[in-house]
């Protein structure tokens, strides 16, 4: 069996971005058109959304958004994204390979000598062919490409198949690739959900120990783990058989079959579940809570990483313990806790632990415990 590591992080970050104040500002005159013709009909008014209740109960002040153009338009409320032809790099694609491109010159390494690219993202643009060969061809890797999904876990649960394969021999080095464009399957008129995302992508280079040149600085793979367990209460209805459900098959109807969730929900399961699962995963390893040098948490939500830290150590972790990154770039879905370990690691001491744990649709939540070499 291979020692595993990390040996290389990319992130990219688009520069446009929304306030918490723009975004509102645009729902809220949806709202007084849409309240209008309500009150017209004698129907129950529609509440308006309000950027104190957004950073009181989010976190999030500000995100950045891969397009702009389109998002506050009232009459409009979605990214405008102009379709590409089959014979051009597609957006998600393009959104991957620029963080791919950065986790390389990371870690140094020539795209030839990459034998997997694993697309690991909360949506995908197409079923197929999968983006990940997309990317495949557009780097210059060899050997196969395949995408994969687990909502927010995706990442995470990419790295953990990538760790096994490598770990195991069957592949050398593995690209996990998460390009996540939220924004374009986000409900800008839903009061529950509009607050909530923002766009990045991301990619971890993972390799075995021996196969490349001095890698002091970068993080061993000690152990990943996925966990599972089936709820509704974030979910998205999108998906192949939306025509077929529809009377007018020639039309789709996107109101109802975008993300959704039960926020107060989410907010109370997974915050148990994950405490629960830092602390076995931890216990499996002879470990505590307490030994963790840095946790780079899923970037959800503020106040629900607040209170898995205060479960899992019996105290409150400070930013240095648990950095966020969700105040200014919104929840990046499976792209976040990736953002917060590239971000918050570079004090780190050799042989300090760190913990990346993500949690979301599905349930799901998946973790890896690292090593700084
Ligand atoms: C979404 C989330 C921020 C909402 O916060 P919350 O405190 O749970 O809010 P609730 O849905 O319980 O609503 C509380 C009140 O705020 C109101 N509210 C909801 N959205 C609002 C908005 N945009 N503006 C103003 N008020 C709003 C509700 O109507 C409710 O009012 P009431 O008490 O008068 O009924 C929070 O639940 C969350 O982040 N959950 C976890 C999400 C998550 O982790 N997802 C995982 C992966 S993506």
Request: charged share 20%; proline share 3%; aromatic share 6%.
């Amino acid at each position: 069996m291979q020692r595993v590591i990390i040996s290389g992080i990319g992130v990219e970050i688009p520069e446009s971005t929304i306030t918490n104040d723009e975004l509102v500002a645009s729902f809220n005159d949806w709202i007084d058109q849409k309240n209008v013709a309500l009150a017209a009909a004698g129907e129950p008014l529609l509440a308006k959304s309000d950027s104190d209740f957004i950073v009181y109960a989010s976190g999030v002040k500000n995100r950045h958004v891969l397009v702009r153009d389109g998002i506050l338009d009232v009459d409009r409320m979605a990214p405008r994204i102009p379709a590409r032809g089959d014979d051009e790099l597609s957006v998600m694609a393009e959104f991957g390979v620029k963080s791919a491109k950065r986790a390389l010159d990371h870690a140094g390494v020539d795209p030839a000598s990459i034998d997997m690219v694993i697309c690991a993202a909360s949506h995908q643009q197409r079923p197929y062919p999968a983006i990940a060969i997309e990317i495949q061809q557009a780097l210059g890797t060899s050997g196969a490409a395949f995408d994969m999904g687990l909502g927010c876990s995706s990442a995470a649960a990419g790295l953990h198949v990538a760790t096994s394969l490598v770990r195991t021999g069957a592949q050398k080095r593995v690209l996990v690739v998460t390009p996540e464009i939220i924004t374009g399957h986000l409900n800008f008129r839903d009061r529950q959900t509009h607050f909530i995302f923002g766009d990045a992508s991301t990619s971890m280079l993972v390799e075995g120990l021996g196969e490349g040149k001095s890698r002091s600085g970068r993080f061993e793979v000690l152990d990943t783990r996925s966990w599972t367990q089936f709820s509704n209460n974030i979910r998205t209805n999108f998906g192949f058989l939306i025509r077929d459900g529809q009377e007018n098959p020639s039309v789709v109807e996107m109101e109802g079959n975008m993300i959704k969730q039960v926020g107060n929900k989410v907010f109370k399961e997974v915050t148990v579940a994950a405490h629960r699962f830092i602390a076995a995963f931890l216990a499996d390893h002879g470990m505590t809570p307490q030994d963790i040098r840095r946790y780079w948490l899923h970037q959800a939500n503020g106040r629900m990483n607040a209170m898995i830290m205060k479960l899992t150590l019996g105290h409150e972790a400070d930013e240095d313990r648990a950095p966020m990154v969700l105040e200014k770039l919104g929840n990046t879905a499976a792209a976040g806790a990736i953002i917060a370990m590239k971000q918050y690691h570079e004090d780190m001491e050799p042989g300090d632990h760190g913990l990346l744990c993500a949690f979301g649709a599905g349930y799901s939540i998946g973790a890896a415990l690292l090593r700084k070499m």
